[in-house]
């Protein structure tokens, strides 16, 4: 069973930054798109970012020019930079992998914007 656990997640100011880390319990070299998605309260999950084994990355239109995506093979890990956090932006963020016909998702970790 593939397991991803997020860390990072907290309270921040508007206007603030923080890294978000998402470790895979497989290694993850060999598999393309690395993803992360975030759900606010009474919204759809939408995709933030994600990274191919090649190291292209894209974005959801409303966190270019502030996020950044990025992998490590060798630590099994994703990360996400959050810079530049809205008042409007609270959410539980989560980290995406798909293997075949297997979607795995992490338990999430909270992101919650307060002045």
């Known amino acids: 069973q593939v397991q991803l656990v997020e860390s990072g997640g907290g309270l921040v100011q508007p206007g603030g930054s923080l890294r978000l880390s998402c470790a895979a319990s497989?290694?993850?070299?060999?598999?393309?798109?690395i993803t992360w998605y975030r759900q606010a309260p009474g919204k759809e999950r939408e995709l933030v970012a994600g990274v191919t084994s090649g190291g292209r990355t894209y974005y959801g239109e409303p966190v270019k020019g502030r996020f950044t995506i990025s992998r490590d093979n060798a630590k099994n890990t994703a990360y996400l930079q959050i810079n530049s956090l809205k008042p409007e932006e609270p959410a539980v963020y989560y980290c995406y992998l798909n293997i075949g016909l297997e979607n795995y998702w992490g338990q999430g970790t909270q992101v919650t914007v307060s002045p």
């Open positions: 497989i290694a993850i070299a060999n598999f393309n798109h």
